[in-house]
């Protein structure tokens, strides 16, 4: 079943977070696994959700696009929970 990965990125600004996605929207979208991404602000930075066919798809793409992309000083802390189920308009 797919996951939802969740990273709580303390000390994300909007525009750090921004630059980071401008880089890899497209690389992402075309990823293997790859099923949603979404964001949001929190008290202490940034969230950052995605859904993706398997953990090892997940951790492929933040190892090879995202780590080397991110602002210095962030370390995002991840959380990882398989999915019961999740629908689409497609």
């Not at 600004?13 to 690389?27: A, I, M, P, R, S």
């Not at 993706?52 to 959380?79: C, E, M, Q």
């Not at 999915?83 to 308009?89: E, I």
């Amino acid at each position: 079943m797919s996951i939802l990965v969740t990273a709580y990125v303390k000390g994300q600004t909007k525009e750090g977070y921004d630059g980071v996605l401008t880089g890899l929207e497209q690389l992402i979208r075309q990823a293997a696994g790859f099923i949603l991404h979404t964001s949001y602000p929190y008290d202490e930075g940034w969230v950052v959700a995605e859904i993706w066919k398997t953990k090892a798809d997940a951790d492929a793409f933040f190892a090879k696009y995202v780590v080397p992309n991110l602002p210095a000083g962030i370390h995002p802390k991840r959380t990882y929970q398989e999915l019961h189920s999740f629908v689409t308009t497609s």
